[in-house]
């Protein structure tokens, strides 16, 4: 059983340090490193407390950087492990596995304990980097203990919790796609918000058992040490009037070794959700999950909005883009829905603009991915001069269904704010750009998806305050500034995406 279980995590982990998006993920990570331990000479600093700079020791750093680390694995560990069945199902290894005696509790403990593996390999690179940034920038020697105890306390709850997810997620059919994808962005991003706000302001105890990310552990330490809960972790300004403090690090002491451990291990009985719903590659059991999902909630509600896009699809459309943006409502009917729900909510609340974004954002997640995904880029290459003009093609559907699905939020711009309507347009083609960008270059709509999202829940947070951040005129009218760097991003994501277009076009 043992060496099964082991043949199953050793296959995952050297598949996925074979390829190269691994590799690149690995190097955006090591440089965020750089990024996040600023030289104190620039004004800003990796962690302050009450304002003031916390002086770069090895428990400083290392209690900054596993933070970040802890949100990074959170947030975007999750779709970067989320395919491990799928690709078992897709190289028809899954088939060869299930003719073996390997038990399907065998293999769902082996994809997680491959899970596992691959995201501490990750984390121990970045912690890493993190000490090399300690000799370069650090106050005082490197201490490697106090550094790798800052890790073991922060990190561990939020690999096992990502690694249970992707499984569950995977084994059960409605949350193994792009619905799955936005569930648990949100699912993680608000349990974050109310274990860490519980145990923030002193509130039930219960939570602490459920501090995956370790915030709500260290807003405790914090208050305790020193009397106060504000604290920023990251890039931040400091206030260099107040003298810098100098920290010992996160202790773990009675209960704390408890309530740790705990939520390191209580995701692990998901595990059995996993067990229930596999389908350990039968044959019969994919026909059927495929079958059950066309009789699913999802599909009755695409065949309940059939009626409603039958009349658009028919509409007599030339041009590549307007028959590709038309295949994306013929296909996912769901999406007139969400053009009557994006209409009546803003003539009802103009302030609902950011919501309409990221529902858009979902249904043009895959529009540059899916011929690559299903397979018939061949027959799309055979048209005349779209292998040339994939991006711009691709780039123009996307942006012509969010301007369907948005083109009442901008006629009430039009008419009622005219001076937002600019930077608006200018968000949806950011928006379109990115999509299609993100989706050409990694081939999924996962990449886009994350961090779309991402962007977008810490701009709604931020509520215009950092007017850098309002790429749409959420909030208010952005700078002309503004508008010209989003205008500049979106043109450099299609510049880049072009291209990698082309290399693969020559290979």
């Known amino acids: 059983m043992i060496g099964r279980i082991g043949a199953i995590v050793r296959a995952d982990f050297l598949i996925r ?29 990796l962690m302050q407390v009450s304002g003031a700079r916390v002086i770069y020791n090895s428990a400083a750093i290392g209690i900054g950087t596993s933070m970040l680390a802890s949100i990074f694995v959170g947030l975007f560990g999750f779709y970067v492990i989320s395919n491990a069945v799928r690709r078992d199902v897709d190289s028809r290894c899954g088939y ?57 306390i922060m990190t561990p709850a939020t690999i096992v919790f990502v690694s249970v997810a992707a499984i569950v997620f995977e084994s059960i059919p409605f949350l193994s796609g792009r619905f799955g994808d936005v569930v648990y962005f949100f699912l993680y991003c608000v349990a974050l918000g109310i274990v860490g706000s519980t145990m923030e302001h002193g509130g039930s105890s219960i939570a602490r058992y459920f501090d995956i990310s370790g915030f709500g552990f260290m807003f405790e330490q914090t208050r305790r040490i020193f009397h106060t809960t504000s604290m920023s972790i990251g890039s931040s300004s400091f206030n260099p009037a107040v003298r810098p403090i100098l920290i010992g690090g996160l202790d773990l002491s009675g209960q704390d070794w408890v309530t740790r451990i705990v939520s390191t291990l209580i995701s692990i009985p998901l595990l059995l959700l996993a067990w229930l719903f596999f389908h350990r590659f039968d044959p019969a059991r994919l026909r059927a999950a495929g079958a059950k999902g066309k009789r699913g909630w999802m599909r009755n509600i695409n065949a309940l909005a059939r009626p409603f896009v ?14 590709d943006a038309m295949m994306t409502f013929a296909s996912t009917p769901f999406t007139v829905f969400a053009l009557i729900g994006i209409t009546i ?16 954002a979902v249904f043009i997640a895959d529009v540059a991915s899916r011929d ?16 040339e003009r994939f991006v711009t093609w691709k780039l123009s559907s ?8 948005l083109v009442a939020p901008i006629l009430h711009t039009a008419v009622a704010q005219r001076a937002r309507l600019l930077p608006l347009i200018i968000g949806i083609l950011f928006l379109a750009a990115a999509a299609t960008s993100l989706g050409v270059i990694s081939g999924n709509p996962k990449t886009f998806i994350v961090l779309f999202l991402t962007f977008w829940y810490v701009v709604v947070n931020d509520k215009g305050a950092t007017k850098a951040l309002d790429f749409a005129g959420f909030f208010s009218t952005p700078a002309m500034g503004v508008m010209g760097m989003y205008a500049g991003i979106a043109i450099g994501l299609i510049a880049m995406a072009e291209v990698v277009h082309r290399a693969r076009l020559r290979v």
Do not use: C, D, H
Request: glycine fraction near 8%.
């Open 17 to 45: 340090f074979r390829r190269l998006s691994t590799v690149v993920v690995f190097l955006l990570l090591s440089g965020f490193a750089y990024v996040w331990v600023p030289a104190p000479s620039t004004g800003r600093t």
């Open 96 to 152: 060869v596995i299930a003719s073996t005696n390997v038990g399907t509790g065998e293999y769902i403990l082996g994809k997680f304990l491959g899970n596992v593996v691959f995201l501490s390999s990750f984390v121990g690179g970045y912690m890493a980097v993190s000490m090399v940034m300690q000799l370069v920038r650090g106050e005082a020697r490197l201490e490697p203990l106090i550094f790798i105890k800052q890790y073991a």
């Open 310 to 323: 039958r009349p658009l699809a028919a509409i007599p459309v030339r041009g590549a883009a307007l028959k």
């Open 345 to 360: 909510a803003a003539l009802a609340n103009p302030a609902s603009l950011p919501i309409a974004f990221a529902i858009v």
């Open 372 to 387: 690559r995904r299903s397979g018939t880029t061949g027959l799309i290459y055979a048209a005349p001069r779209l292998r």
């Open 398 to 405: 996307a942006a012509i269904v969010a301007l369907l699905l």
